[in-house]
């Protein structure tokens, strides 16, 4: 017995040595962790294409948390658009698809907020082809509304301390049209982005989480 007490208690220690070791290594990466970049004027910008290859190529593959719709032909033409081409009318006739890093949508369903440095991108997709008045058409699965091209990228992201006057959250676009997207985007202004944000989700971290089922049911065990 007696022979097996001393490695048994150097194993211990040299185990306890690691564990302290591996504690104080880790304590300086505390350092908000984001996969935002911003340029030397604080816009944001791509990060790094060459190793990245485009940064479309990247949040693609995030964990892709809903698609709300606002097609057109719903919303009676009632705003102005921006499209080039005047096809549509409405502020938003598009697919929205939003992307959430995976270790940021495994923090918000541990914690119900989503960590410092999370980035939230909504893509927009155009309705494909449509063929009745509403955006529709008809495919073999039945009539209603499939993803037609890319249309542009809004994006927020939590920085309590650079984004403390709206309440944590930065909001960016990279335009509002197809591929390709601006290279950069400054800080949209309160009143374009954050205000309503700010009015209707302040509670729900800035983000509309009643859309998106994963974070929304994430209490829910069927
Ligand atoms: C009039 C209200 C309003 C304004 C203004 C607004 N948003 Fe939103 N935003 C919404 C709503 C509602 C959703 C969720 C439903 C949807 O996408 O249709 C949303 C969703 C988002 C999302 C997905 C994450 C989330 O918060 O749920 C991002 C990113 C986003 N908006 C960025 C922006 C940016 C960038 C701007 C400014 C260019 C902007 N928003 C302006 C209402 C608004």
Redesign the pocket.
Known sequence: MKRYLLPTLAGLLFLAGATVALVQTKAPAQKTQTSAVFDSQGKMKEPDPHVFRRWVHVFRRWVFVGA?L?PEGLNNGKYNCDQPGGWTKSN?PEY?H?YIEQKNVDAYLKTGEFPEGTV???ELTRILDPKFPDGSRTEPSGRGYFNGVYNGI???MKDSKKFAKSNGWG???FGHHPLPYEATAAE?PLE??A???LAN?AKTD???IQ?YPILRDKDKVK
Request: glycine share 4%; net charge neutral; hydrophobic share 45%.
């Open positions: 709300p606002t938003f929205h939003v939230i991108v909504k809004d994006l927020s909001y960016f676009t949209a374009t982005c205000g309503c944000h989700v800035m983000t509309w859309f």
